[in-house]
């Protein structure tokens, strides 16, 4: 059974840096690609970034030069490092599996950028 | 950037009503677009990619089609725990746009 589980979740200051992770279990991690994407409260959700299986990276323009996402195929960990945090980064963020259209979803891990 | 228009932004149907959800792209996509469903509170859930393949093991009551930029996702005979938020998803590209919305409820 596919499991991702996201967590570091946290309130951080405007212009400050977060590191997100999603443990992921039940498939064969460096094969597949992973995304991150994110909703803020009570809106739509928007794709952040994503990696490939070959370890290829994309992101979105409101994130590129701000946000880098890894893995550690040896921890089968996703990671989303968000530096220079903005009040508009808050967002529940979820990982998900999968290349183009994503077949499973983690539960989500808030963030919220506040003075 | 692939823009995604979904339409209606909110519904109310009746249980066993026929519901229509319309999504289209600002530029040919081909098939590749995605339907997910959310639920409040939770993570969104695949039903349909490449515009008609359902997702196993989502009902068969939900259904999609089109091509290139209209696409449409059809719930043949609403049930109650259908009730959430669907979002269509352009998966032709980076980045991987989603529509804004359409939210169901109960009438």
């Known amino acids: 059974e596919v499991q991702l589980l996201e967590s570091g979740g946290a309130l951080v200051q405007p212009g400050g840096s977060l590191r997100l992770a999603c443990a992921a279990s039940?498939?064969?991690?460096?094969?597949?690609?992973m995304s991150w994407v994110r909703q803020a409260p009570g809106k739509g959700l928007e794709w952040v970034s994503a990696?490939?299986?070959?370890?290829?990276?994309y992101y979105g323009d409101s994130v590129k030069g701000r946000f880098t996402i890894s893995r550690d195929t040896s921890k089968n960990t996703l990671y989303l490092v968000m530096d220079r945090l903005r009040v508009e980064d808050t967002a529940e963020y979820y990982c998900?599996?999968?290349?183009?259209?994503?077949?499973?979803w983690g539960q989500g891990t808030p963030v919220t950028v506040s003075s | 950037d692939i823009q995604m228009t979904q339409s209606p932004s909110s519904l109310s149907a009746s249980v066993g009503d026929r519901v229509t959800i319309t999504c289209r792209a600002s530029?040919?996509?081909?098939?590749?677009l995605a339907w997910y469903q959310q639920k409040p509170g939770k993570g969104p859930n695949l039903l349909i990619y490449?515009?008609?393949t359902l997702q196993s093991g989502v009902p068969s009551r939900f259904s999609g089609s089109g091509s290139g930029t209209d696409f449409t996702l059809t719930v043949s005979s609403l049930q109650p725990e259908d009730v959430a938020t669907y979002y269509c998803?352009?998966?032709?590209?980076?980045?991987?746009?989603f529509g804004q919305g359409t939210k169901v409820e109960i009438k």
């Open positions: 990696m490939s299986g070959g370890g290829i990276t």
């Open positions: 490449t515009a008609s």
């Open positions: 530029r040919d996509i081909s098939n590749y």
């Open positions: 039940g498939f064969t991690f460096n094969a597949y690609g």
């Open positions: 998900a599996k999968g290349w183009g259209y994503l077949e499973y």
């Open positions: 998803q352009n998966h032709n590209s980076v980045p991987w746009t």
